[in-house]
């Protein structure tokens, strides 16, 4: 996907509309996470060799490892299109929960009714009044408002629409189990062996199922959600930085440093300076 084309955020997102006249039946790359929903017309959209056709109140979740290729589209085509970058779509997900990503892992395509069309317009205009009209909490607003929007679709999935055990190979069932362990433990627990020995396999073969599903290794999974949570306590005025630690489990307070220096280019203070 040509991203020049879009209007890029200091926030990590890129968004705006696209007829895709230039890049028919040629394999797009995405960002992290990508929204995009039909404003007008229809096309076809492939994705991960599975034929779409695809038309107004059509919604897509993508990730960066889906192969998306958009052809035959009407003349009067257009989607609109947000790009997220994996930090913010990391704070987005952060108070998700696990079901809707196993859900989208296997609809990554959502047909609204009427009247969640007219909802999906009002979100888009608060969507466009938050991205140039807000400054100083920004983010945060943003930050809720895509969940916000995620949330939505977990209340019109149902409970019942959860319940896809039944469709999940025996690795698919591994990996979500280990993406809801993420979520459970990540506080007290970062290394792989735990989570490996909590569902009774190796290491390696979580490894091996986690870059099958999810293109990342077990512990840049783990140490993602662990900086979420760091993130999530140094916006607590009243916790001071070694009461997050040992909250955390960390060693002492430097270590918890290194760790988050290292996984985000930045200092816990200065984190904290920008929030």
Avoid at 79 to 108: G, Q, T, V, W
Avoid at 150 to 156: C, P, V
Avoid at 239 to 260: C, T, V, W
Wanted: charged letters at 25%; aromatic letters at 14%; one cysteine or more.
């Amino acid at each position: 996907m040509n991203k020049d084309i879009f209007i890029e955020n200091k926030i990590g997102l890129k968004y705006g509309n696209m007829n895709f006249n230039q890049a028919l039946d040629f394999p797009l790359k995405l960002s992290y996470l990508v929204l995009m929903y039909v404003k007008d017309g229809n096309a076809l959209a492939s994705i991960n060799f599975k034929m779409n056709i695809i038309e107004k109140g059509s919604v897509l979740v993508l990730s960066e490892d889906d192969i998306l290729i958009i052809s035959q589209n009407s003349s009067d085509f257009k989607m609109k299109c947000f790009l997220i970058d994996r930090p913010f779509a990391s704070e987005i997900a952060f108070d998700l929960p696990n079901h809707l990503y196993s859900y989208l892992h296997h609809y990554p395509i959502l047909n609204l009714n009427e009247l969640q069309l007219k909802q999906l317009e009002l979100w888009e205009q608060q969507c466009d009044y938050l991205l140039h009209n807000i400054t100083v909490y920004q983010r945060k607003m943003l930050c809720n408002h895509f969940q916000n929007f995620f949330l939505a679709i977990s209340e019109q999935i149902g409970e019942s629409d959860y319940d896809l055990n039944k469709k999940f190979s025996r690795k698919e069932e591994l990996c979500w189990k280990f993406w809801d362990l993420i979520g459970t433990y990540a506080k007290q627990h970062r290394d792989v062996a735990f989570y490996a020995d909590k569902l009774c396999i190796t290491p390696f073969y979580l490894s091996q199922i986690t870059k099958d599903f999810l293109n990342y290794a077990p512990k840049d999974l783990i140490n993602r959600q662990v900086i979420l949570e760091i993130k999530q306590l140094l916006k607590t005025p009243n916790k001071s930085i070694n009461d997050i630690a040992q909250e955390l489990h960390f060693e002492d307070p430097s270590y918890m440093g290194r760790y988050f220096k290292r996984e985000t280019k930045q200092s816990l203070t200065d984190f904290r300076r920008s929030l």
